[in-house]
Nanobody, 125 residues
Framework: VQLQASGGGLVQTGDSLRLSCAAS????????MGWFRQAPGKEREFVAA????????NYADSMKGRLTISRDNAKNTVYLQMNSLKPDDTAIYYC???????????????????WGQGTLVTVSS
């Protein structure tokens, strides 16, 4: 499976963005999907995840209330809606896929076997 993240860009504080993660080569139906981000000089951190069924969703505490993760298995695509963006949200955002027990794997990047190339989100003040 290959993942292609898109939708990033330069926005202002308070704006919204919807990131997309399109999969090709194989269906992502069996994968739990996650979004992670890495800001300059910082470690990669968890942002959001959705189980393969779509029934379970989890968000980083720092961004909870401003995010919605969703998936459209028919389109083999996962989305991340981000609202009320802040300069601290500036980072490269990566989508990734994982298998296994969702509750055990979703938060940690090491549990994700497939990764997209990332899309840059820059929030100006």
């Amino acid at each position: 499976v290959q993942l292609q993240a898109s939708g990033g860009g330069l926005v202002q504080t308070g704006d919204s963005l919807r990131l997309s993660c399109a999969a090709s080569g194989r269906t992502i139906t069996m994968y739990h999907m996650g979004w992670f981000r890495q800001a300059p000089g910082k470690e990669r951190e968890f942002v959001a995840a959705i189980s393969s069924t779509g029934f379970q969703r989890n968000y980083a505490d720092s961004m909870k209330g401003r995010l919605t993760i969703s998936r459209d298995n028919a389109k083999n695509t996962v989305y991340l809606q981000m609202n009320s963006l802040k300069p601290d949200d500036t980072a490269i955002y990566y989508c990734a896929g994982s298998t296994g027990s969702y509750s055990s794997v979703y938060r940690f990047g090491v549990n994700y076997a497939i990764w997209g190339q990332g899309t840059l989100v820059t929030v100006s003040s």
